[in-house]
């Protein structure tokens, strides 16, 4: 039986769209920034480390201010935030920022956003959300749509194999954010959801401080501004507003009007960093969009 998310009327449902569209175009800033501060010397694994545990201590300094009746959770789901902060923000964010070093941030975007079709598949098994024929037909489109971003067409591809495999592993992980993210908030508050899967991903990445060339200073002061806007903005606040509107509206439609952020990130390339896509690329990112 299909599940149907509780609404409080169709206005309040744009109101939700909307948050999830904010929080995206949020997103889209992410590539830009993370050029940039590759280009400040910051190696992919330095910055996966600095956005979880930046991330880890902004939620947490929300809670503290605000109610710290947040860090309250039950022992036993414990270990499904574990596996929250593990598969959706460790292994997500270790995936897309290493995507964004081995190719452009539009391309990396565009391989992202395969997301809504894992996502609508996801949600058929935890939601019992429907598959309907426009999802298949999405399905189809994504993977057309992939197929030119990455230059498979031309027999010279502009993504390599890593690069694809990173992308769509990145894909598949931010699915599963939409998903647990939904779950989680049948029983928390999306700040208590946000501190602990963030806490997790921190742990997790530890080790990787052990890796050849991952260093967390010295930086310049350029850096630390930039890594402070984006705990702001793409880590705190786009993080804040995703999860709190996920909970009103069907995971698998929440991936889908999240596709703003490609676009964003496209713009945002095309205006900081000069990156253009090819006519065949930009066909395959229409393909997925639509």
Known sequence: MEMRPKTTGEG?????????????????????????????????????????????????VVILFTNRSWLRVRRQDLPFLALFGLISTSAFYALYLYTISLTSVAAAAVLLYTAPVFAAIMARFAFGEAITPPKVVALLLTFAGCTLVAGLESGAPVVTPLGIATGLGSAITYASFGIMGKRARERYSHWTINFYSMAFATLFLV??????????????????????????GPTLASRALYVSA???????????????????????????????????????GFLVLA
């Open 12 to 60: 309040r449902q744009w109101e939700y769209y909307g948050l999830i569209a904010l929080a995206a175009t949020m997103w889209g800033s992410l590539g830009a920034m993370t050029k940039g501060l590759y280009a400040l010397g910051v190696g992919p694994w330095s910055l996966t480390f600095f956005r979880t545990s930046l991330g880890f201590l902004a939620f947490g």
């Open 207 to 232: 080790p990787v401080l052990a890796l050849p060339g991952v260093s967390l200073w010295p930086y310049p002061l350029e850096v630390w501004l930039l890594l402070a806007v984006m705990t702001a």
């Open 246 to 284: 996920i909970k009103q509206v069907e995971a698998s439609r929440a991936a889908i009007v999240a596709t703003v952020e490609p676009v964003a990130a496209a713009v945002l390339a095309f205006v900081l960093l000069g990156e253009l896509l090819s006519p065949s690329q930009l066909l395959g």
